[in-house]
C-alpha cells in the first residue's frame, strides 16, 4: 500500500474505470456500490473526483429504499459528475417508480437536474416514457447528443423534443403505434437510423408515414435498418432519391420495397427478410417480394454481398409456429469484386 499511496491521483483516474465491477452502468444511481471507494479514504477522494465513473444515468432499476432516500443518493452521483457528457437511460416509468413515490416527478431534484444539464447529453435511452417527459424537453438544446434510442408511442413526439441536436449521428426507434408522419428535424444529420415499426401482434405504423422520414436523411445516411410488419403498401414510386454515402441496407418484411426509393451508388452490402406466421403461406408471399431485386448487383459498382433470405419463423412474441426448412428460398447471395478494372 506505501507504493500505492505514492502515485499521483492522476493514474489513479485511469485505473480506477478499469476496475469497476461488472453491470457497473445498469445500476440506477444510489443503489450501486463502488468497492474501491472502501479501501481507504483517499481512494474514495479520488473516486469521487473522477467523473467518468459516474456519468452512467439508469434509472432502469428500481430502487429499494424510501423516494427520498432514492433521490439524495442519485443527487449524489450527479454531482460528481462534474460537467462531464452524461449517458441517460430512463425505462418504462421507473423515473417515476423509483423516485417519485411521493411527489410529482416534474419537480424532483433528478429531474430538474437532467433537464438542467441537456447540453451534456451525449448517449440516451427512453423507453415507453409518458408524453409529458417529451413535451417537458422540448425547447431544450442538446448539442452534444450522438446517439437516441427509443421505444416510444409516436415518433414525431421524440423528434419535437430533440428537435435541437446538431451533433445527432444514431437514431433507433421503435414503435408500435405511429411513425415519423414529417420529415426528420433539419439540425440532425444522421448516419445510422434503425426503425423497427409494429410488432406481428398487432397492427403497424403505415410504411408512407416513415418514408418521407427515411428519405429526408438521404444526404448523410450509411446504414439503414428498417423492420415493418405493415400491411399497406408504399406509394408508387414517383422519384428516385440519391444517397451518396448509403452503404448497408437491412429491410425486413414489408420494408423490403423501400429499395425501389432509393439510388445508392456506395452501395456495399443489402440484406432483405421476409418472416411469415404462416409456413403454408410462407413460399408464395416470399418469392414473388424478393425476386423482384436480383437487378441489385448489376447496378450498384461498389456492392460486395446481397443476400434475400424468406423464412418462417419458429416464435414470434411468445407464440410458437411451425417450422419449415427454406434453405431453397434464399433467392440470390452474391459477392462481386468491386475493385476498379
Known amino acids: 500500500m506505501p507504493r500505492a499511496r505514492s ?5 489513479w483516474s485511469m485505473i480506477f474505470p478499469l476496475a469497476l465491477p461488472n453491470g457497473w452502468a445498469n445500476w440506477p444511481p ?24 459516474w456519468t452512467g444515468i439508469n ?10 432516500v432514492c433521490e439524495e443518493l442519485a443527487m449524489d452521483e450527479l454531482r ?28 424532483s431534484q433528478v429531474w430538474l437536474y437532467l433537464r438542467a444539464n441537456t447540453h451534456r447529453w451525449e448517449y440516451v435511452y427512453l423507453s415507453n416514457q409518458h408524453m409529458e417527459v417529451y413535451t417537458a424537453l422540448s425547447g431544450y438544446s442538446f448539442p452534444i447528443l450522438r446517439s437516441l ?18 451533433a445527432l449521428s444514431v437514431l433507433s426507434c421503435y414503435t408500435l403505434c405511429s411513425g415519423f408522419e414529417d420529415a426528420l428535424p433539419s439540425s440532425w444529420a444522421l448516419s445510422s437510423l434503425i426503425l423497427e415499426l409494429g410488432d406481428y401482434s398487432i397492427s403497424s405504423p403505415s410504411l408512407e408515414d416513415v ?10 445516411l450509411r446504414l439503414c435498418r428498417i423492420r415493418s410488419t405493415s400491411e399497406d ?15 448497408n441496407v437491412d429491410l425486413e418484411d414489408a420494408a423490403v420495397p423501400f429499395l425501389e426509393h432509393i439510388s445508392a451508388p456506395n452501395l456495399r452490402s443489402v440484406k432483405m427478410h421476409i418472416i411469415s406466421r404462416d409456413v403454408k403461406q410462407l413460399p408464395a408471399y416470399a418469392v414473388p ?53
Request: contains cysteine.
Open 7 to 11: 502515485l499521483p491521483p492522476e493514474i
Open 30 to 53: 444510489g443503489m450501486r456500490r463502488l468497492n474501491l471507494a472502501q479501501v481507504c479514504h483517499t481512494w474514495r477522494a479520488i473516486a469521487f473526483s473522477i467523473p467518468n465513473l
Open 59 to 68: 434509472f432502469e432499476g428500481k430502487c429499494t429504499k424510501p423516494g427520498s
Open 80 to 107: 460528481r459528475t462534474s460537467v462531464a457528457p452524461l449517458r441517460v437511460a430512463l425505462a418504462e416509468q421507473s423515473i417515476y417508480s423509483t423516485i417519485h413515490r411521493d411527489q410529482s416527478w416534474q419537480i
Open 149 to 166: 434510442r427509443a421505444n416510444v408511442f409516436l415518433c414525431d413526439q421524440l423528434a419535437r423534443a430533440f428537435e435541437d441536436a446538431p
Open 211 to 220: 418514408l418521407n422520414a427515411v428519405l429526408s436523411c438521404s444526404r448523410t
Open 233 to 247: 403498401e408504399l406509394p408508387v414510386v414517383s422519384t428516385i432519391t440519391l444517397f451518396p454515402l448509403l452503404e
Open 289 to 341: 417480394d424478393l425476386t423482384r431485386y436480383r437487378w441489385l448487383h448489376r447496378v450498384c459498382p461498389s456492392m460486395l454481398t446481397a443476400s434475400a433470405v424468406a423464412r418462417a419463423s419458429p416464435c414470434r412474441q411468445g407464440r410458437r409456429y411451425g417450422h419449415v426448412d427454406t434453405s431453397h428460398l434464399h433467392l440470390f447471395r452474391t459477392s462481386v469484386d468491386a475493385r476498379p478494372r
